[in-house]
């Protein structure tokens, strides 16, 4: 097995084992965040794996309790004079999010502890998504000022029902089994199995994913849900989240409280009224568009999103939700605007459009060749 590290930085560890190759996230004490070094390296990396006729197989992990948090805007906000800062930081996670989704070689990501925001993007878009009783999934934007993006539009929207909706506007924290259920996760291993899963695959000489999936398969199980799992509430989220509007959803929600006690409706009404109206917004139509385009689509109008949230032109919410959470971590952010009502809706059309810049470019997605049947039909 050789090893080698990203030019002296030791962000992405690379690991060859035969035709596979692990590449590991090692910002441990950020807890995995991604830099725009690492998502830089990544993308280098995938390349010339995909290029390389004796790699077969990626294996991506991360080193110590978490994946990934996402990526670290916290790099960026501080100085942010310049919009477009931002807006290359997500140019490059989007691609890179691309990438993985049409990647013609299988990728099998092992989610053993958190997994958030730009994590998911990270491998919620690859072959096989392995989750553990350690693992932590959360879409936590709409609390920060910002809108489930990395592709989330896309992988959301194809959730059982809409449990995506719920998921994405609530920021609510899925456990591993509840990752399985829902589909987020293709497999559910133990940690303490990990490591003979990992020598396992590293010795199989093949990129058939059937093949590697009846490898991951033979270590997994199906775990029980908690009993207070979202999961058992599906025929409330399909009632409540399928509404029109972010207004009707919380109202519905509020009349289903108004007929039954139960502390999960309840904590999933105050979970909306803490986040972002703005966010909330932008998000649930994001989410519905994502349900009837492309995982390509879905980038580019998602970077068009991103692009408008940056330049902070109707609402800044995504500094005073950092600065709140992240920063001065008062959690009680100033939402502006600070009311639903107070949002129409040529506001919210406006995060979908071109943005006005003689500078600005929609996302150039990089040409894609010899994908894999999975991975077509994403296109």
């Known amino acids: 097995m050789a090893s080698s590290n990203n030019g002296g930085t030791n962000e992405i560890l690379v690991e060859e084992t035969g035709s596979v190759r692990t590449f590991i996230l090692n910002r441990p004490k950020m807890l995995n965040a991604l830099s725009s070094q690492m998502i830089h390296r990544l993308t280098e990396l995938f390349y010339a794996s995909e290029e390389d006729p004796n790699v077969k197989m990626i294996i991506l992990k991360g080193q110590g309790r978490a994946f990934c948090v996402g990526g670290d805007l916290s790099l960026i906000l501080p100085s942010l004079r310049n919009w477009k800062i931002g807006a290359n930081f997500f140019l490059k996670q989007y691609t890179l999010n691309y990438v993985m989704a049409t990647y ?13 925001g730009g994590g998911a993007g990270a491998s919620i878009h690859g072959r096989f998504r392995v989750a553990t009783e350690k693992s932590v999934f959360a879409m936590p934007e709409t609390v920060l000022g910002h809108f489930p993006d990395v592709g989330a539009s896309y992988f959301l929207s194809r959730l059982p029902g809409f449990f995506g909706e719920y998921a994405g506007l609530t920021g609510s924290r899925l456990d591993g089994a509840e990752m399985l259920a829902c589909g987020l996760a293709t497999h559910f291993v133990s940690s303490d199995k990990l490591p003979l899963l990992e020598q396992a695959l590293v010795q199989v000489n093949s990129s058939d994913p059937d093949a590697i999936s009846a490898i991951i398969s033979c270590f997994s199980h199906t775990p029980n849900l908690k ?80 692009c408008h949230v940056f330049r902070g032109e109707f609402s800044k919410d995504l500094f ?9 971590r008062d959690r009680n952010p100033k939402w502006e605007p600070s009311k639903l009502e107070l949002i129409r809706d040529d506001d919210v059309d406006r995060y979908f459009s071109k943005v006005d810049d003689e500078d600005w470019e929609d996302l150039k997605l990089p040409p894609r060749s010899n994908l894999p049947q999975y991975a077509i039909a994403k296109l």
């Not at 013609?104 to 958030?116: A, D, F, P, Y």
């Not at 939700?321 to 920063?327: D, K, S, V, Y």
Request: aromatic share 4%; with cysteine.
């Open 320 to 328: 005073e939700g950092h600065r709140a959470i992240l920063i001065d």
């Open 227 to 306: 009993e207070e799992s979202p999961y058992h509430k599906m025929k409330i989220i399909n009632h409540c989240f399928s509404r029109r509007t972010i207004e009707e959803i919380i109202s519905t929600l509020e009349s289903e409280a108004l007929d039954k006690k139960d502390e999960w409706i309840s904590s999933t009404i105050q979970s909306l009224k803490k986040a972002s109206p703005t966010s909330l917004k932008i998000s649930l139509r994001s989410i519905r568009e994502g349900r009837l385009q492309s995982v390509g689509s879905c980038l580019v109008r998602e970077y068009r999103m991103a």
């Open 104 to 116: 013609s070689k299988t990728q099998v990501s092992i989610l053993n502890g958190i997994v958030m």
